[in-house]
């Protein structure tokens, strides 16, 4: 018997308000998504109804009262008057006095962040991911900073900025000028050249210290080698993030005197003796071949395949998402394939499973034959479809999606 399922994809899924109409009309929810944030009485109905929930965190609060919900980095002064409310921010909340929330019924925030002096044992039912207490009079930041340019006018002499993540000290003329105002720092994590920290030590204050030698290059943040990754940062750099090498652009790591990678590198075997002579890294995924690197859907023909083989080529598949082998695949034609991780589905034809078993991986889902699966149900004269085919298999299993969302954050 079929099923009508809301379905709702989203990074956040807030679910906050008792809605007796919520999902009215339907046999069941789907939920996939990082984080879920619901209160009691929605989180138990979605239980009575057989929910599937998908995510990396479940909060389940226990709501009074109207909810006042807040945009992420909102400050509370004291001014505000939230009685009889219950107030939720996923994200960061600043409480510099307590006065604001002394009639709430409740507070949720991702981070609160609070002064130390600040008194929150009359505010009912705090409940946060994180707690973090900062200096009294300290000028908080709640993102990171940089620490260059024209840095020296617009911070404060004299005042401690107190700044929840990282600063990027790199800049000498910059550090000086700010050292001559006295403006100190308070940070998670202080990024800074070695000789620049000898001399401006004094000025700050860290959890932790990242040293980077004189003379290099700094990437924030992921980076993928070309040819111009050189020319931008200089022949001797500093990675903080992933660094990825595609099979084609392996040749460049010539350029280089020295890398420093502060994460992972994925890069072909190939290319691994030319990164060893000049590098070095936290974690190393190597692969074969040419990488399919896909979030979604990839489908893969015969003629794909060996045409590949026929070069002496391979591919290292990477899929979240689903995986269609069409119908023509061969085990032969899998010799193409070097290895296979996917989270989600994988169809190939029962003739190619002898020559794809081999070389999956890692595999969060399954393995089918959506083809034969079809065909069994609507005859020899189906025309395959990828996309339209792993819908039909839904169905098979006695799932319709009514309805459903795909979005960043969902809130009802």
Known sequence: MEKKVF?????????????????AGYDGVEINAGKVIASRKMYERLQGMGAAINC????????????AELDGNTVITGAEDYSGRFVVCDGNLVVESAEGLRGAEGIYAGTLFYPESADL?????????????YPDGAKLRLEGLELGGDAHIVLEGGALYWVHGRIKALDGGALEKLDGKGTT?????????????????????????????DGYGVADGDLSLDAGTAALYGDRLVINGDLTVAHDQAGHLKAFKALKVNGAVTMPVSAAADFKAVGSAEEFELYEGVLLNVNGFQTIGSG??????????????????????????????????AAVHCNGIISAPDAARGGLDGKVRELNGMILDADAML??????????????????????????????????????
């Not at 720092?185 to 210290?209: H, N, V």
């Not at 979240?320 to 069409?326: E, I, Q």
């Open 7 to 23: 379905g709702i994809n989203a990074g956040k899924v807030l679910l906050l308000r008792d809605d007796p109409e919520a999902f």
């Open 56 to 67: 990396g965190v479940v909060k389940v609060l226990d709501i009074k009262g109207e909810v």
């Open 121 to 133: 044992s009359g505010v009912r039912n705090i409940s946060a991911d994180n707690r973090v207490a």
């Open 185 to 213: 720092f308070k940070c998670g994590t202080l990024i800074i050249y070695a000789g620049l920290y000898e001399r401006f030590r004094e000025m700050f204050k860290a959890d932790r210290y990242e040293f980077i030698p």
């Open 304 to 337: 794909q395949l060996r045409t590949a083989a026929a070069a002496g080529g391979k591919y290292t598949i990477k899929v979240n998402g689903a995986l269609y082998f069409d119908s023509a695949v061969t085990a032969e034609d899998m010799e193409a394939i």
């Open 375 to 412: 065909k069994k149900a609507y005859g020899e004269d189906f025309s395959a479809d990828p996309i339209g085919a792993m819908k039909k298999i839904k169905e098979m299993a006695g799932v319709v999606a009514g309805s459903g969302v795909n979005a960043g954050k969902y809130r009802n």
